[in-house]
């Protein structure tokens, strides 16, 4: 992977989610299929099948009523830095032909659909099971090809795919800039269609590394994880919950760490 | 695979990596060209020698 | 009919025998040319395979064949390079079942690949950090080579050594097999240990994640070993399995004791280093992200320590004390039971190490993912066996794999 052209600071794009405002609504899922043409299937209950670039869990206590709570997890790309944050993500070191990349200039794991010839061993790699294969062509629903989003290609059956963090609206707000003579952009000129959709505000978007933006702050809270972080894969991803239990769900634990 | 993709750098990895399989691909494609030029040389062009010569 | 293409002072079955026994074989094999154009022309949506299996029993069979086909590259080492020279009377055989399985192995990745006509771009556009780029490589140069190593036996066929180029050709090629082998043996080190290393680099994966030296995984050399070990007892199996079916003793047991015992002390040294790789992996790898050992092996329907079990004790240490006695070897019996176990422990590891990674859930609120194949799956999965069958009947039939075929069944 070559080192990209870099003319400004590095940027590290990256989400915070509140899990104690999720609500489980599912409008972030909707509008991220809507956002990135996520084809579907017409019976959507085999769910080991399905595209959900945004998954949303649902998480329990695993306690007896009336003890029991619910925690609702979406979960997208984790955009993975990798070992020593040096874009190593689990994927992209594994994919053999160059399929899937690591943007240094935005921390962006890409995926290059007509690269990818379907080996799937990006799949094999992932822990968070972020990335989803085309078993099928897509097929949409009489006229709905009029109302796919002509910014975001359609994919077709036997690649893999996944979630970009919109970067079409990263492109769109880039070229934008330039054309205002800009090289930087403002924290709400580049959002996530998930971000946008959601009620509950529970989903916050910025680059990372900017202390300008709000994820800059809200990931340095002292109630902030990230999904397995002992495997070191570094994800972008934080979430936010004053629960312990929700805490000690991101991760693994031997018997005897466990409290 | 070629240094003109543009996937290409010249570094360590590269160099190592692609310099085993050319090297590998070296000694194979030089090795059937031995055999075949030679077979094709005593068949054709050095027709005094003897057909079962092992 | 066709015995003008039967090699000299060697008995073989009449010809409409012979001619049912492909039917029969050919048959199987239309079977799984089927189901690879129904995956071919409909996708991979004929399998069983879906997001959390998104490697399966092709990936598996890949693996097994490649292992098992290591007989060729060692045997070849052993007879070219260290210059056992009694192996020549089973060489022929071992690059010919090599053959079949690399040749399956890439029959089988093509299908295996979401969009087979891109299969290039792994080539073309390789990332080189990636195992798998390493795989298709190796797999493939390796193939080259026991397609070179397999020729001179084609052209030792009666007609076709009429021809003065031919022979010249077939003799060139044997003078100078060994820089071929050599060859060979480069490659599969790499291939055979790249192969254990698209599991072991999985650091998102902490059942087959493990550390190493430099980029390579101990899986690396762990698979390079078990496929050294392992692979001739799949020769062997193979060549016991001929003299059942010809009725026939084609290889003298002096040179299949030499092989079982050489795969003995291999499968007795590679088992050590396993189970030190797997208590260490156990006591420091996997707690390190959080995991107990059981936690691997209970609360699910088909993956108990029983597998570990199998794969290490039952078909690794059982094996390699048949195989490394001389009791164990001269006895009929047991040489084939440490034999098949070999050749099972080979499949175990590999199937382990392709399935239960991806049964493992390792986001804690995930659970076990079961898989069973489709019959598409199933189908081409022995489409390469009944392969297998027809050119070993064909090879058999019209070729001189044998050496000592005539001196051992004289009557013919």
């Not at chain 2, 290409?8 to 590269?14: E, K, L």
């Not at chain 3, 799984?32 to 949506?45: I, S």
Request: aromatic share 14%; charged share 20%; with cysteine.
């Amino acid at each position: 992977m070559k080192e990209e052209q870099n003319h400004e600071k590095a940027k590290r794009y990256g989400m915070v989610i509140d899990l104690d405002k999720c609500t489980g609504c599912g409008a972030c899922m909707v509008a991220c299929m809507a956002e990135n043409n996520v084809p579907f299937k017409e019976d959507e209950s085999k769910k080991l099948d399905s595209i959900t670039w945004l998954r949303v869990y649902k998480l329990t206590n695993r306690k007896p009523f009336p003890d029991t709570e619910i925690c609702y997890l979406p979960r997208p790309c984790q955009h993975c830095g990798g070992k020593g944050n040096h874009g190593h993500s689990p994927c992209v070191s594994v994919c053999p032909a160059t399929a899937t990349d690591y943007s240094k200039e935005t921390g962006i794991v890409s995926q290059i659909y007509t690269r990818c010839f379907g080996c799937r061993y990006c799949m094999a790699a992932c822990p968070y099971h972020a990335r989803y294969f085309n078993w099928w062509d897509p097929v949409w629903p009489d006229g709905m090809e009029k109302y796919l989003s002509p910014n975001v290609s359609v994919r077709m059956r036997g690649i893999v795919e996944k979630c970009s963090f919109c970067f079409h609206r990263y492109q769109i707000a880039m070229d934008k800039a330039y054309y205002e003579g800009r090289g930087e952009l403002e924290e709400n000129e580049y959002q996530t269609a998930c971000t946008q959709a959601c009620p509950a505000n529970a989903i916050t978007f910025g680059d990372l590394n900017n202390p300008e933006h709000a994820v800059y702050e809200l990931k340095k809270e002292k109630n902030a994880f990230r999904l397995l972080e002992r495997l070191q894969t570094n994800p972008k991803v934080y979430y936010l919950s004053n629960r312990e239990w929700v805490r000690r769900a991101g991760d693994n634990y031997l018997e005897k760490e466990k409290k | 695979m070629f240094p003109f993709c543009f996937e290409w750098i010249w570094d360590m990895s590269h160099m190592v990596f692609m310099g085993g399989l050319w090297y590998a691909l070296t000694i194979i494609g030089l090795g059937m060209t031995y055999c075949i030029g030679k077979a094709f040389y005593d068949t054709y062009m050095d027709k005094g020698k003897d057909d079962h010569n092992h | 009919m066709d015995s003008a293409l039967i090699p000299k002072g060697v008995k073989r079955c009449p010809t409409w025998q012979f001619a049912l026994w492909i039917g029969a074989a050919g048959a199987v094999l239309l079977w799984g040319v089927f189901a690879m154009l129904l995956c071919w022309f409909k996708g991979l949506n004929q399998t069983n395979m879906n997001d959390s299996y998104g490697f399966a029993l092709w990936i598996w069979a890949d693996l097994a064949v490649i292992a098992l086909g290591g007989g060729a590259f060692f045997t070849g080492f052993l007879r070219y390079i260290v210059g056992k020279d009694e192996l020549k009377n089973i060489i022929n055989y071992a690059v010919l079942i090599g053959f079949i399985c690399y040749s399956s192995a890439l029959l089988i990745l093509a299908i295996d690949i979401g969009q087979p006509l891109r299969g290039w771009f792994i080539f073309w556009h390789a990332n080189v950090h990636s195992m798998l780029t390493e795989v298709a490589f190796c797999l493939t140069c390796y193939f080259v080579v026991l397609t070179i190593e397999y020729v001179p036996l084609i052209l030792e066929n009666r007609q076709i050594d009429k021809v003065p180029f031919f022979h010249r050709l077939g003799h060139n090629m044997h003078e100078i097999m060994a820089v071929f082998a050599a060859t060979g043996a480069f490659l599969s080190f790499f291939h055979q240990g790249s192969l254990g290393g698209v599991p072991g680099v999985l650091f998102g994966r902490p059942f087959a994640y493990r550390e190493g030296i430099f980029i390579w995984p101990w899986t690396f050399f762990l698979y390079t070993w078990s496929a050294a070990a392992c692979g001739p007892c799949f020769t062997i199996l193979v060549t016991w399995i001929t003299e059942k079916i010809t009725k026939k003793k084609l290889v003298k047991q002096n040179v299949i004791e030499l092989l079982a015992k050489i795969s003995g002390w291999m499968i007795g040294t590679y088992i050590i280093a396993k189970i030190i790789d797997t208590l260490y992996w156990a006591k420091v790898t996997a707690p390190a992200a959080g995991f107990n050992l059981m936690d691997f092996y209970s609360n699910n329907p088909f993956y108990g320590i029983w597998i570990l079990i199998l794969e290490i004790v039952i078909c690794g240490v059982v094996p390699a004390l048949i195989l490394i006695t001389e009791k164990g070897r001269k006895n009929p019996v047991t040489l084939m039971t440490g034999i098949i176990l070999a050749v099972l422990g080979a499949c175990v590891n590999r199937w382990v190490m392709v399935l239960q990674v991806m049964a493992v859930p390792v986001l804690t609120f995930e659970s076990w993912a079961m898989y069973y194949p489709s019959w598409q799956e199933v189908a081409t999965t022995i489409l390469p066996v009944a392969y297998g069958v027809i050119l070993i009947s064909l090879s058999y039939r019209y070729l001189p794999v044998f050496p000592q075929e005539q001196e051992l069944n004289p009557e013919a």
